[in-house]
């Protein structure tokens, strides 16, 4: 996909697609910034000066039962500061059932998974917090997966890191909350691109970390500024990663085609690029067009990319000769997840692209994916009809031929938006 194709899917100018995040000027932590962006011209602090409470407060249907928030709060680091919390807390009712520190000098960020009466608004509990001595007061729902203790959880992400560079980008979104994770190639021709020093950038909101192979993975959570502890957590995982090198788990599946014969589908990486350059010589140059949407000369100097476990996950699908007949291909792009298909001309037509296409969103609801869209052209029905076989809500958007299939796959509704900004606190449900 085109950074001119990305670029219209979002509705903005191609240019600023991956936006120049390094050349931002160091913007260091300060409670003075809110924690969330403005969503809307209603976003104002009211004459009051406090927080109000919303309908959007208390989830429907959840009144008489129990719900779990995940809030940071800064405090002063002094004797007392935390039991005062506790206090606050415990006169709401609320059970606190996980907390982890952030400390940030003279002051410290506080962590907490809560448990709080279903009736009781996040507002209510940030209020409480404020009066208790928080500020910059943050929170948001949590749900069970956030009742695994962090150690735990850091170490099944560095356990998944370490038997597959392609679980790098996921464990850093899993490790550091609703985020965007970017990896910008190392300079080149024609390409120039701010140094990183090896122990990396922490600019608030957004980290810079050497990517192991050259290039810089690029951080950003507009919404709440990383602290050090998380910014040390983030270059550990980079830092196994660099070290194991290049890996991909073993393991293949023998299907057999309706017609009778076998093929295997596994995982490929940059030691399949011959193959896949071979495949190209194969297809016709109506195929490759239709898969990369630009000169069909230009398309083997994508396989690189495609094929690195960097930016996503590879399946191919080989005969029983070794010959690689198809590839599908799960991108890491952003905050989105991308899937794209690629099948030799004589194999197409047999099923195979439906099933590269099953297992790849298998994979990215695996990863806790939201979505997975593909961008195609109009006339490409074998991929509009494969989208339509998984048998999930799509959305469709087309503009000068060019068709961007979204398939939602948690259909309970999209991740939650900000709710109001004020100074003090910031509320997330």
């Given at each position: 996909?085109?950074?001119?194709t990305?670029?219209?899917?979002?509705?903005?100018p191609?240019?600023?697609w991956?936006l120049?995040?390094?050349?931002?000027?160091a913007?260091?932590?300060?409670?003075?910034?809110g924690?969330?962006?403005p969503?809307?011209?209603?976003?104002?602090?009211?004459?009051?000066?406090?927080?109000?409470?919303?309908?959007?407060?208390?989830?429907?249907?959840?009144?008489?039962?129990?719900?779990?928030?995940?809030?940071?709060?800064?405090?002063?680091?002094?004797?007392?500061?935390?039991?005062?919390?506790?206090t606050?807390?415990?006169d709401?009712?609320?059970?606190?059932?996980?907390?982890?520190?952030?400390?940030?000098?003279?002051?410290?960020?506080?962590e907490?998974?809560?448990?709080?009466p279903?009736?009781?608004?996040?507002?209510?509990?940030?209020?409480?917090v404020?009066?208790?001595?928080?500020?910059?007061?943050?929170?948001?729902?949590?749900?069970?997966?956030?009742?695994?203790?962090?150690?735990?959880?850091?170490?099944d992400?560095?356990?998944?890191?370490?038997?597959?560079?392609?679980?790098?980008?996921?464990?850093?979104?899993?490790?550091l909350?609703?985020?965007?994770?970017?990896?910008l190639?190392?300079?080149?021709?024609?390409?120039?691109?701010?140094?990183?020093?090896?122990?990396?950038?922490?600019?608030?909101?957004?980290?810079?970390l050497?990517?192991?192979?050259?290039?810089?993975?690029?951080?950003?959570?507009?919404?709440?500024?990383?602290?050090?502890?998380?910014?040390?957590?983030?270059?550990?995982?980079?830092?196994?990663?660099?070290?194991?090198?290049?890996?991909?788990?073993?393991?293949?599946?023998?299907l057999?085609?309706?017609?009778g014969?076998?093929?295997?589908?596994?995982?490929?990486?940059?030691?399949?690029?011959?193959?896949?350059?071979?495949?190209?010589?194969?297809?016709?140059?109506?195929?490759?067009?239709?898969?990369?949407?630009?000169p069909?000369?230009?398309?083997?100097?994508?396989?690189?990319?495609?094929?690195?476990?960097?930016?996503?996950?590879?399946?191919?699908?080989?005969?029983?000769?070794?010959?690689?007949?198809?590839?599908?291909?799960?991108?890491?792009?952003?905050?989105?997840?991308?899937?794209?298909?690629?099948?030799?001309?004589?194999?197409?037509?047999?099923?195979?692209?439906?099933?590269?296409?099953?297992?790849l969103?298998?994979?990215a609801?695996?990863?806790?994916?939201?979505?997975?869209?593909?961008?195609?052209?109009?006339?490409?029905?074998?991929?509009?009809?494969?989208?339509?076989?998984l048998?999930l809500?799509?959305d469709?958007?087309?503009?000068?031929?060019?068709?961007?299939i979204?398939?939602?796959?948690?259909?309970?509704?999209?991740?939650?938006?900000?709710?109001?900004r004020?100074?003090?606190?910031?509320?997330r449900?």
């Amino acid at each position: 996909m085109s950074d001119v194709t990305r670029a219209q899917k979002r509705g903005r100018p191609a240019r600023t697609w991956r936006l120049n995040v390094a050349e931002r000027a160091a913007l260091w932590w300060s409670r003075r910034h809110g924690h969330a962006p403005p969503t809307s011209d209603t976003d104002a602090r009211p004459p009051s000066g406090e927080a109000q409470a919303g309908p959007s407060d208390v989830p429907a249907g959840v009144a008489g039962a129990s719900a779990l928030w995940r809030m940071r709060t800064t405090v002063k680091d002094t004797p007392g500061s935390l039991a005062a919390l506790c206090t606050a807390l415990a006169d709401h009712r609320v059970d606190i059932l996980s907390l982890q520190t952030h400390p940030l000098g003279e002051d410290i960020v506080d962590e907490f998974l809560l448990r709080a009466p279903g009736a009781l608004a996040a507002r209510e509990i940030a209020r409480a917090v404020e009066r208790a001595g928080g500020n910059g007061t943050w929170i948001e729902r949590a749900d069970a997966h956030d009742l695994v203790d962090a150690p735990t959880r850091v170490l099944d992400l560095a356990t998944r890191t370490a038997l597959d560079a392609a679980e790098l980008p996921l464990a850093l979104r899993q490790l550091l909350g609703r985020c965007t994770i970017r990896q910008l190639p190392a300079a080149g021709p024609g390409r120039t691109q701010s140094g990183v020093p090896v122990e990396g950038v922490l600019e608030e909101t957004v980290m810079r970390l050497r990517a192991p192979e050259g290039g810089v993975i690029t951080v950003e959570r507009p919404y709440l500024p990383f602290t050090p502890t998380e910014f040390a957590r983030a270059r550990a995982l980079v830092e196994l990663d660099a070290r194991l090198g290049p890996r991909v788990p073993d393991g293949q599946d023998v299907l057999t085609l309706p017609e009778g014969n076998d093929i295997t589908v596994r995982r490929a990486d940059t030691g399949d690029l011959e193959a896949a350059k071979a495949m190209h010589e194969r297809c016709s140059a109506r195929t490759l067009g239709m898969r990369y949407h630009g000169p069909v000369g230009d398309a083997d100097r994508y396989l690189n990319h495609l094929l690195s476990p960097r930016y996503g996950r590879t399946l191919a699908v080989q005969t029983r000769s070794g010959r690689i007949v198809g590839l599908g291909h799960l991108l890491w792009d952003g905050d989105e997840t991308e899937v794209a298909l690629l099948v030799e001309d004589q194999w197409q037509r047999r099923g195979i692209g439906g099933e590269l296409l099953r297992r790849l969103v298998a994979m990215a609801v695996e990863a806790g994916c939201a979505s997975v869209y593909a961008v195609t052209q109009s006339s490409n029905t074998g991929m509009v009809a494969a989208m339509r076989g998984l048998g999930l809500p799509l959305d469709y958007q087309i503009e000068e031929g060019t068709l961007v299939i979204t398939a939602r796959l948690d259909d309970t509704g999209a991740q939650a938006t900000p709710l109001a900004r004020f100074e003090e606190p910031i509320v997330r449900d």
